[in-house]
C-alpha cells in the first residue's frame, strides 16, 4: 500500500499545493487561467510533441490499445446517454454534459503524471492515444449534441454545429502537436540538439503544473443541494468508466482482435479512472449547466484519491 501511495500521494499534494496558494490568495482564480493557457498552448503541446516523435514509429503504433480505450470508452458514453436522456428524462444538453463527466478522462493535468508514475516515460504515448480518442470522437459528439439540444438563441442545427465543432478541433494546439510529433517519427528525423532541449524544457513544466492548476481551480466550487447527481456523475466516472474499459481489453482479444498488455494495459485502465476533464465547468456554461458541473469536478477529483488508490492496488496485485 505505501507503493500505491508514493504514487497517489505527490500527485494530491500538488493539487493540494494549488487550492491553499489561491485560498490564501498568492495567486488568484485569474492566475490560475493563465497559468492554464500557458499548459495547454505551450507545455503539454511540447510534452506531446517530444514523446512521440523522439520514439520510432513502430512503438507509436498500438491500435489494441486504441481500440480498447475507445471501444469501452464510446460504449460507456452512449449508455451514460442514454440512461440521463431515456430513464432520468433530462434535456439533450443537460444529457451530454453529465455523458461527457462520465466518460471524458483529465488526461492531461491528472492523468499523464498518474500514469507516468506508474509505468514511467511510455505514459506520453498513452496521453496522445488518450486524446485522440476524446477530441476526435467523444468530445466533438458531446458538444455537438449539446450545441443541437440546447434553447433560445444557442440552439445550432446538426450541420452548423458539427462545423463549429470541427473547427476547434483543428485549432487545437495539442492535436496539432500530435499530429506534427506523428510526422517526424514517420520520417525517422531527429531533432537539432538545441530544439529538443528547448521542447523538452517546455514539457518538463506541465506535470506539477498542471496540477497545481487544478487545485487552485477547486477553491469556491459548491457541492449542496446537488448531491444525487454530483453522486451519479462521480460515480460513473470513477468506477464506472474504468470498469467499461476493462471489461473491452478483456473481451476484444475473444473476438480475435489484438490483445493489450503490460503497461499500456495498466494505462488504459487508469487513464478512464481519472477525473473528469479541468474544463468540464467552462465548457457547461455555454448552454447554463456550469452548476452540476462544477460541483462534479470537485467531489470527483476528491474521491478519486481514494478510486485511484484502490484500482492502483487491484492493478498492481
Same mark, same amino acid.
Given at each position: ?5 508514493? =504514487? &497517489? ?9 494549488? *487550492? ?22 505551450? +507545455? ?12 520510432? %514509429? ?9 481500440? +480498447?480505450?475507445?471501444?469501452?470508452? !464510446? ?27 462520465? &466518460?471524458?478522462?483529465? #488526461? ?7 500514469? @507516468? ?13 488518450? @486524446? ?32 463549429? &465543432? ?8 495539442? =492535436? ?5 510529433? *506523428? ?10 540538439? !538545441?530544439? $529538443? ?6 514539457? $518538463? ?7 497545481? %492548476? ?30 467499461? !474499459? ?21 494505462? +488504459?485502465?487508469?487513464? +478512464? ?20 458541473? $462544477? $460541483?462534479?469536478?470537485?467531489?470527483? &477529483?476528491?474521491? #478519486?484519491?481514494?478510486?485511484? #488508490?484502490? =484500482? ?6
Amino acid at each position: 500500500m505505501l507503493d500505491i501511495l508514493a =504514487i &497517489t500521494g505527490p500527485i494530491y499534494l500538488c493539487i493540494a499545493l494549488g *487550492f491553499a496558494a489561491v485560498r490564501w490568495r498568492v495567486f488568484t482564480p485569474g492566475d490560475m487561467r493563465v497559468l492554464g493557457r500557458f499548459v495547454i498552448q505551450f +507545455a503539454l503541446p511540447a510534452l506531446l510533441f517530444s514523446a512521440l516523435a523522439s520514439r520510432p %514509429i513502430g512503438d507509436l503504433l498500438q491500435p489494441a490499445y486504441l481500440l +480498447a480505450f475507445g471501444v469501452g470508452s !464510446v460504449m460507456w458514453l452512449l449508455i451514460a446517454l442514454w440512461s440521463a436522456r431515456r430513464l432520468q428524462r433530462r434535456g439533450l444538453s443537460e444529457s451530454a454534459y453529465m455523458a461527457m463527466g462520465m &466518460t471524458c478522462s483529465n #488526461s492531461t493535468y491528472i492523468g499523464y503524471p498518474v500514469v @507516468l508514475l506508474a509505468i514511467g516515460p511510455l505514459a506520453g504515448v498513452a496521453l496522445a492515444m488518450n @486524446l485522440l480518442v476524446e477530441n476526435l470522437l467523444k468530445l466533438p459528439l458531446l458538444m455537438t449534441l449539446a450545441d443541437v439540444g440546447a434553447s433560445g438563441a444557442a440552439r445550432l442545427s446538426w450541420k452548423d454545429a458539427l462545423r463549429q &465543432t470541427l473547427g476547434r478541433l483543428v485549432r487545437n494546439p495539442m =492535436i496539432v502537436a500530435i499530429v506534427l510529433g *506523428f510526422g517526424v517519427a514517420l520520417a525517422g528525423w531527429q531533432l537539432p540538439a !538545441v530544439l $529538443a532541449r528547448t521542447v523538452n524544457l517546455f514539457g $518538463a513544466a506541465s506535470g506539477g503544473l498542471a496540477l497545481f %492548476i487544478i487545485g487552485g481551480t477547486l477553491v469556491g466550487l459548491q457541492v449542496r443541494g446537488l448531491r444525487r447527481q454530483v453522486a451519479q456523475v462521480a460515480a460513473g466516472k470513477l468506477l464506472l468508466h474504468p470498469a467499461a !474499459v476493462w471489461v473491452a481489453v478483456t473481451l476484444l482479444p475473444l473476438l480475435g482482435l489484438p490483445a493489450l498488455d503490460g503497461e499500456l494495459r495498466v494505462a +488504459a485502465v487508469l487513464s +478512464a479512472a481519472m477525473p473528469m476533464l479541468g474544463i468540464y465547468p467552462l465548457l457547461a456554461q455555454r448552454h447554463g449547466f456550469e452548476g452540476f458541473t $462544477a $460541483a462534479s469536478l470537485l467531489a470527483t &477529483t476528491v474521491a #478519486s484519491f481514494f478510486t485511484l #488508490s484502490a =484500482i492502483l492496488w487491484m492493478l498492481k496485485g
